[in-house]
């Protein structure tokens, strides 16, 4: 089992930056690859970012590509997803998952645990 805990969220003018984190307990963390999720109210959660095992490698959904950045500290057991040049349109409760396929994957329902999510609302 892996616990996830996400933190960080909460209310920002159109432009400005967050940064989440999502601590993990339980099993080896450095065997997950990590990843990001959204979901807006009356929509499907979508993927927005992962990384590998290793920090390493990321994958990106367009949307968010040059203004986000995922990265981890193995050593502390932790996900952060820094957010920058926010939009109204990136409003939504955001979730941290582990899976421990790949990286690559950006079906949900191909990660096995889940946060609790942490609301971001971006202001016009």
């Known amino acids: 089992q892996v616990q996830l805990v996400e933190s960080g969220g909460g209310l920002v003018q159109a432009g400005g930056s967050l940064r989440l984190s999502c601590v993990a307990s339980?099993?080896?963390?450095?065997?997950?690859?990590m990843g990001w999720f959204r979901q807006a109210p009356g929509k499907e959660r979508e993927f927005v970012a992962a990384?590998?095992?290793?920090?390493?490698?990321?994958n990106y959904a367009d949307s968010v590509k040059g203004r986000f950045t995922i990265s981890r500290d193995n050593a502390k057991n932790t996900v952060y997803l820094q957010m920058n040049s926010l939009k109204p349109e990136d409003t939504a409760v955001y979730y941290c998952?582990?899976?421990?396929?790949?990286?690559?994957?950006?079906?949900?329902?191909?990660?096995?645990?889940w946060g609790q999510g942490t609301q971001v609302t971006v202001s016009s």
């Open positions: 998952a582990a899976n421990r396929i790949s990286f690559r994957v950006v079906d949900a329902s191909r990660y096995e645990y």
């Open positions: 990384i590998s095992w290793s920090g390493g490698p990321t």
């Open positions: 339980g099993r080896s963390f450095r065997n997950y690859a």
